[in-house]
T-cell receptor
Framework: QKEVEQNSGPLSVPEGAIASLNCTYSDRGSQSFFWYRQYSGKSPELIMFIYSNGDKEDGRFTAQLNKASQYVSLLIRDSQPSDSATYLCAARPSNSGNTGKLIFGQGTTLQVKP | DGGITQSPKYLFRKEGQNVTLSCEQNLNHDAMYWYRQDPGQGLRLIYYSQIVNDFQKGDIAEGYSVSREKKESFPLTVTSAQKNPTAFYLC??????????????FGQGTRLTVV
Protein backbone atom coordinates (compact mmCIF):
# COMPACT_ATOMS: atom_id res chain seq x y z
CA GLN A 1 0.00 0.00 0.00
CA LYS A 2 1.33 3.39 -0.97
CA GLU A 3 1.79 5.78 1.91
CA VAL A 4 -0.06 8.59 0.15
CA GLU A 5 -2.46 7.56 -2.54
CA GLN A 6 -4.24 9.55 -5.22
CA ASN A 7 -6.24 8.60 -8.28
CA SER A 8 -3.99 9.55 -11.20
CA GLY A 9 -6.97 10.56 -13.35
CA PRO A 10 -7.37 12.40 -15.56
CA LEU A 11 -10.27 14.10 -13.84
CA SER A 12 -12.21 16.10 -16.39
CA VAL A 13 -14.65 18.85 -15.39
CA PRO A 14 -16.38 21.59 -17.37
CA GLU A 15 -15.40 25.20 -16.83
CA GLY A 16 -17.24 26.69 -13.87
CA ALA A 17 -17.81 23.36 -12.14
CA ILE A 18 -16.40 22.17 -8.82
CA ALA A 19 -13.41 19.88 -9.09
CA SER A 20 -12.93 17.45 -6.21
CA LEU A 21 -9.50 15.89 -5.71
CA ASN A 22 -9.00 13.16 -3.15
CA CYS A 23 -6.09 11.70 -1.24
CA THR A 24 -5.74 8.96 1.38
CA TYR A 25 -2.79 8.30 3.63
CA SER A 26 -1.65 5.30 5.62
CA ASP A 27 0.37 6.88 8.46
CA ARG A 28 -2.27 7.60 11.09
CA GLY A 29 0.21 9.79 12.98
CA SER A 30 0.63 12.25 10.09
CA GLN A 31 -0.27 15.74 11.26
CA SER A 32 0.26 18.07 8.30
CA PHE A 33 -0.99 17.85 4.75
CA PHE A 34 -0.17 19.85 1.68
CA TRP A 35 -1.62 20.37 -1.78
CA TYR A 36 0.72 21.36 -4.61
CA ARG A 37 -0.16 22.29 -8.17
CA GLN A 38 2.27 21.30 -10.91
CA TYR A 39 1.98 22.41 -14.50
CA SER A 40 3.53 20.13 -17.10
CA GLY A 41 7.31 20.39 -17.07
CA LYS A 42 7.29 22.87 -14.20
CA SER A 43 8.03 22.69 -10.50
CA PRO A 44 5.30 22.24 -7.87
CA GLU A 45 3.81 25.28 -6.17
CA LEU A 46 2.06 25.17 -2.82
CA ILE A 47 -1.68 25.84 -2.90
CA MET A 48 -2.71 25.04 0.65
CA PHE A 49 -1.74 23.22 3.80
CA ILE A 50 -4.02 21.92 6.52
CA TYR A 51 -3.39 20.58 10.03
CA SER A 52 -6.78 20.41 11.70
CA ASN A 53 -9.84 18.32 11.01
CA GLY A 54 -12.44 20.15 8.99
CA ASP A 55 -12.29 22.65 6.17
CA LYS A 56 -9.84 25.38 5.30
CA GLU A 57 -10.78 27.87 2.61
CA ASP A 58 -8.59 30.15 0.52
CA GLY A 59 -10.29 31.87 -2.37
CA ARG A 60 -11.63 29.25 -4.78
CA PHE A 61 -9.80 26.46 -2.97
CA THR A 62 -11.00 24.46 0.04
CA ALA A 63 -8.95 21.76 1.72
CA GLN A 64 -10.76 19.18 3.82
CA LEU A 65 -9.16 16.87 6.36
CA ASN A 66 -10.69 13.88 8.08
CA LYS A 67 -8.06 12.25 10.30
CA ALA A 68 -10.37 9.45 11.45
CA SER A 69 -10.83 8.35 7.85
CA GLN A 70 -7.24 9.31 6.89
CA TYR A 71 -8.58 11.32 4.03
CA VAL A 72 -7.67 14.72 2.57
CA SER A 73 -9.41 16.47 -0.27
CA LEU A 74 -9.10 19.63 -2.31
CA LEU A 75 -12.12 21.34 -3.81
CA ILE A 76 -11.72 23.89 -6.57
CA ARG A 77 -14.80 26.02 -7.13
CA ASP A 78 -15.56 27.77 -10.42
CA SER A 79 -12.88 25.72 -12.18
CA GLN A 80 -10.99 27.53 -14.93
CA PRO A 81 -8.98 26.13 -17.85
CA SER A 82 -5.90 27.61 -16.14
CA ASP A 83 -6.51 25.17 -13.26
CA SER A 84 -5.63 22.31 -15.61
CA ALA A 85 -2.56 20.76 -14.00
CA THR A 86 -1.42 17.86 -11.85
CA TYR A 87 -2.29 18.21 -8.17
CA LEU A 88 0.04 16.55 -5.69
CA CYS A 89 -1.03 15.64 -2.19
CA ALA A 90 1.73 15.39 0.42
CA ALA A 91 1.79 14.33 4.06
CA ARG A 92 4.36 14.94 6.75
CA PRO A 93 5.04 11.51 8.30
CA SER A 94 4.86 11.04 12.04
CA ASN A 95 8.54 10.07 12.21
CA SER A 96 9.79 13.13 10.33
CA GLY A 97 10.73 15.08 13.48
CA ASN A 98 11.93 18.53 12.45
CA THR A 99 13.30 17.45 9.08
CA GLY A 100 10.48 18.83 6.97
CA LYS A 101 10.26 15.57 5.04
CA LEU A 102 7.15 15.03 2.97
CA ILE A 103 5.65 11.91 1.41
CA PHE A 104 4.00 12.68 -1.92
CA GLY A 105 1.20 10.94 -3.74
CA GLN A 106 1.53 10.31 -7.47
CA GLY A 107 -0.70 13.24 -8.32
CA THR A 108 -4.09 13.67 -9.99
CA THR A 109 -4.26 15.27 -13.42
CA LEU A 110 -7.12 17.74 -13.71
CA GLN A 111 -8.48 18.87 -17.05
CA VAL A 112 -10.91 21.79 -17.11
CA LYS A 113 -12.71 21.98 -20.44
CA PRO A 114 -13.98 25.33 -21.75
CA ASP B 1 14.71 38.63 -6.65
CA GLY B 2 15.02 35.86 -4.11
CA GLY B 3 14.60 32.30 -5.19
CA ILE B 4 16.10 28.96 -5.99
CA THR B 5 18.09 28.45 -9.16
CA GLN B 6 18.73 25.03 -10.60
CA SER B 7 21.06 24.45 -13.51
CA PRO B 8 21.21 23.21 -16.09
CA LYS B 9 17.57 22.93 -17.14
CA TYR B 10 18.35 19.93 -19.35
CA LEU B 11 21.24 17.52 -18.91
CA PHE B 12 22.31 14.51 -20.92
CA ARG B 13 24.48 11.83 -19.40
CA LYS B 14 26.32 9.02 -21.03
CA GLU B 15 26.38 5.60 -19.46
CA GLY B 16 29.00 5.39 -16.72
CA GLN B 17 29.35 9.15 -16.26
CA ASN B 18 28.95 11.13 -13.08
CA VAL B 19 27.05 14.39 -13.45
CA THR B 20 26.42 17.20 -10.98
CA LEU B 21 23.21 19.20 -10.73
CA SER B 22 23.47 22.66 -9.27
CA CYS B 23 21.07 24.19 -6.74
CA GLU B 24 21.62 27.71 -5.38
CA GLN B 25 19.28 29.74 -3.17
CA ASN B 26 19.46 33.34 -1.99
CA LEU B 27 16.55 33.08 0.43
CA ASN B 28 18.79 32.54 3.47
CA HIS B 29 17.04 29.22 4.06
CA ASP B 30 18.62 26.68 6.37
CA ALA B 31 17.03 23.50 5.02
CA MET B 32 17.46 22.21 1.48
CA TYR B 33 16.12 19.11 -0.24
CA TRP B 34 16.58 17.09 -3.40
CA TYR B 35 13.66 15.21 -4.91
CA ARG B 36 13.33 12.97 -7.92
CA GLN B 37 10.17 12.76 -10.00
CA ASP B 38 9.46 10.04 -12.55
CA PRO B 39 6.64 10.30 -15.14
CA GLY B 40 3.25 9.93 -13.51
CA GLN B 41 4.81 9.74 -10.08
CA GLY B 42 5.04 11.95 -7.06
CA LEU B 43 8.26 13.31 -5.65
CA ARG B 44 10.66 11.04 -3.81
CA LEU B 45 13.25 12.41 -1.40
CA ILE B 46 16.89 11.74 -2.27
CA TYR B 47 18.85 13.81 0.29
CA TYR B 48 18.23 16.70 2.61
CA SER B 49 20.31 19.10 4.65
CA GLN B 50 19.20 21.16 7.60
CA ILE B 51 22.47 22.95 8.23
CA VAL B 52 25.79 23.62 6.56
CA ASN B 53 28.19 20.67 6.54
CA ASP B 54 25.45 18.23 7.45
CA PHE B 55 23.09 16.18 5.29
CA GLN B 56 20.95 13.07 5.60
CA LYS B 57 19.85 10.34 3.24
CA GLY B 58 16.29 10.36 2.08
CA ASP B 59 14.27 7.43 0.79
CA ILE B 60 16.21 6.79 -2.44
CA ALA B 61 19.80 7.94 -1.78
CA GLU B 62 21.60 5.03 -3.46
CA GLY B 63 23.65 6.17 -6.44
CA TYR B 64 23.56 9.85 -5.40
CA SER B 65 25.84 12.09 -3.36
CA VAL B 66 25.55 15.65 -2.07
CA SER B 67 27.57 18.31 -0.29
CA ARG B 68 26.60 21.37 1.75
CA GLU B 69 29.70 23.50 2.09
CA LYS B 70 27.78 26.77 1.89
CA LYS B 71 24.32 27.70 3.10
CA GLU B 72 23.35 28.86 -0.38
CA SER B 73 24.41 25.76 -2.29
CA PHE B 74 23.38 22.11 -2.27
CA PRO B 75 24.71 20.31 -5.37
CA LEU B 76 23.61 16.78 -6.24
CA THR B 77 25.91 14.32 -8.00
CA VAL B 78 24.31 11.47 -9.90
CA THR B 79 26.93 8.76 -9.96
CA SER B 80 27.41 5.86 -12.34
CA ALA B 81 26.04 3.63 -9.58
CA GLN B 82 22.57 5.08 -10.18
CA LYS B 83 21.24 2.61 -12.74
CA ASN B 84 18.15 4.48 -13.80
CA PRO B 85 18.92 8.20 -13.52
CA THR B 86 16.57 9.51 -16.19
CA ALA B 87 14.11 11.70 -14.27
CA PHE B 88 13.11 15.25 -13.35
CA TYR B 89 15.14 16.49 -10.37
CA LEU B 90 13.80 19.17 -8.07
CA CYS B 91 15.62 21.11 -5.41
CA UNK B 92 13.69 22.79 -2.60
CA UNK B 93 14.47 24.92 0.41
CA UNK B 94 12.66 25.88 3.59
CA UNK B 95 13.30 28.78 5.96
CA UNK B 96 12.59 27.05 9.23
CA UNK B 97 11.91 23.53 10.43
CA UNK B 98 8.53 22.28 11.57
CA UNK B 99 6.36 22.89 13.43
CA UNK B 100 6.57 26.37 11.94
CA UNK B 101 5.88 24.63 8.64
CA UNK B 102 6.98 27.44 6.45
CA UNK B 103 6.49 26.87 2.78
CA UNK B 104 9.05 24.89 0.81
CA UNK B 105 10.15 26.75 -2.31
CA PHE B 106 11.08 24.70 -5.37
CA GLY B 107 13.57 25.41 -8.10
CA GLN B 108 12.54 25.02 -11.73
CA GLY B 109 14.01 21.55 -12.00
CA THR B 110 16.63 19.74 -14.06
CA ARG B 111 15.56 17.11 -16.55
CA LEU B 112 18.28 14.46 -16.75
CA THR B 113 18.35 11.99 -19.63
CA VAL B 114 20.74 9.08 -20.13
CA VAL B 115 21.87 8.74 -23.74
Amino acid sequence: QKEVEQNSGPLSVPEGAIASLNCTYSDRGSQSFFWYRQYSGKSPELIMFIYSNGDKEDGRFTAQLNKASQYVSLLIRDSQPSDSATYLCAARPSNSGNTGKLIFGQGTTLQVKP
Amino acid sequence: DGGITQSPKYLFRKEGQNVTLSCEQNLNHDAMYWYRQDPGQGLRLIYYSQIVNDFQKGDIAEGYSVSREKKESFPLTVTSAQKNPTAFYLCASRRAPPPLDTEAFFGQGTRLTVV
